[in-house]
């Protein structure tokens, strides 16, 4: 495991790089090329696979007004992905996503995820610091931000590239299937056992959070809730730090950078109000 933790976290170093010398790929929004060697029939196979057995794993929430508080931020920001999509012609870019949101009971965890194919799942233990709705869409937007620019098949595609020469995904599974099974679940930022993530690189970061801001904006939040957010989760650093932190890290040159992505949200924002 420690193996295949240091070749993706190599991959993810070296991937701004490996990028400019490939590109198959462009994320909405940011315009930036990708090396995408996946497609995209595999990745929704691999996530509706992968949440599947996450939430076989997990105890779901049971408290109502929680649940559907992230089923209504959730149905909001994703229906403002689907407008924005439409609206720039890439609505081909999510075909086959099936939009589905979960809230897994555990208040230990602050944190949530989105695996290709729009399944979400929020864990308990970050609806303190979200609050709110709005505070909730900060997180809910990122996550799906980070499945929207495909981040996962580019993380996945590395590993392919590096470990395997480019081959493709059916024949890794045939040469090394355990190998390339952990490699999988590696490049969706989730480990071989639940709760185990493994942070996407700043690039990918940064990338999500604008996205993210230009998301939660265009279905009706205030994108500056996210420096509240955020401060709120850079006060948890004085203990022991949450998993979220340890995979988003929140440091104060992060929030000067979302500070500085706000106006260009704020478009979207007053377009809708």
Known sequence: MKKSIFVITLLISLMPLLGLLTGCGQVPLTGRKQMIIVSDADMLALGDQQYKEILSKSQINQDQNKY???????????????????????????????????????????????????????????????????????VMSHEIAHALAKHGAERLSQVLLVQYGGASLSDALKQQPAETQKYMMLAFGIGTNVGVLLPYNRLQEKEADRIGLAIMA????????????????????????????????????????????????????????
């Open 68 to 138: 559907q508080m992230v089923v209504r931020v959730g149905n909001r920001i994703t229906g403002a992905v689907d407008s924005f999509l439409k609206q720039n012609g890439l609505s081909d870019y999510t075909a086959g996503y099936k939009w589905e949101f979960n809230l897994i009971q555990d208040d230990n965890t602050v944190n949530a995820f989105c695996l290709p194919g729009g399944k979400i799942a929020v864990y308990s233990g970050i609806i303190p610091v979200a609050k709110n709705d709005t505070g909730l869409a900060v």
């Open 218 to 273: 265009r279905a009706g939040y205030d994108p500056h809730e996210a420096l509240s957010f955020w401060e709120r989760m850079e006060k948890l650093e004085s203990g022991a730090p949450p998993e979220f932190l340890s995979t988003h890290p929140a440091t104060t040159e992060r929030i000067k950078e979302i500070q500085a992505e706000i106006p260009e949200a704020m478009k979207y924002y007053k377009q809708v109000k």
